[in-house]
């Protein structure tokens, strides 16, 4: 079951019914949804991925999935799941745009790298963004992400591959719990 996580300035917990307007709006906003996925998708999409949430992702507790608020307020989305792109597990995460540039998104990106370590015993953590998002290339960059590789996409663009690995102080947290 996924937990509630919570931030200086941030809550993470599960989604609930209520919060589908919300995740709808922020997937069909052009400025996040070009950098999510396979980029923009149609509104019935969207909806049927919300759906899948519950359906699937929590009904068979895949991996952890998170809305995240400040101050009460909706203000983005989170996970945390195995990817196929590297033997690992993959941090996702989007803001809402009246966030943006704030050090929310350092903010939550550590949050769920910490989970990844701390609670799911995790000695690396991957992520992976489109080249020309220098915005969350320099937020993975200032919390430890190196670049790995690049995958060249069918349409001609480039994904970027990063890693963070476990610093020794992280494994020692763990190891004390």
């Known amino acids: 079951m996924t937990p509630t996580l919570r931030t200086e300035r941030l809550l993470l917990e ?24 396979d980029g923009p998708a149609t ?12 359906t699937k992702v929590y009904a068979q507790d895949l991996f952890d999935v998170w809305a995240v608020r400040r101050n009460g307020r909706f203000a983005g989305h989170a996970e945390i799941k195995p990817t196929d792109v590297a033997e690992g597990y993959e941090i996702i995460y989007a803001l809402t745009p009246d966030m943006w540039g704030s ?3 350092r903010e939550l990106a550590g949050a769920i790298v910490a989970y990844g370590f701390d609670t799911l015993g995790l000695t ?8 020309p998002n220098s915005a969350s290339l320099a937020v993975l960059d200032r919390i430890g992400f190196e670049h790995v590789r690049d995958m060249a996409e069918d349409d001609g663009s480039t994904t970027r591959v990063l890693r963070r690995r476990a610093a020794a102080r992280d494994l020692q947290r763990k190891e004390r719990r």
């Open 14 to 37: 599960p989604y609930v019914p209520e919060d589908e307007e919300d995740f709808v709006t922020l997937f069909q906003d052009g400025r996040v949804s070009q950098w999510m996925g």
């Open 43 to 54: 509104e019935a999409d969207d909806r049927a991925l919300f759906g899948r949430i519950f």
């Open 103 to 105: 050090g929310l998104g």
């Open 124 to 131: 690396e953590v991957y992520a992976t963004v489109a080249a």
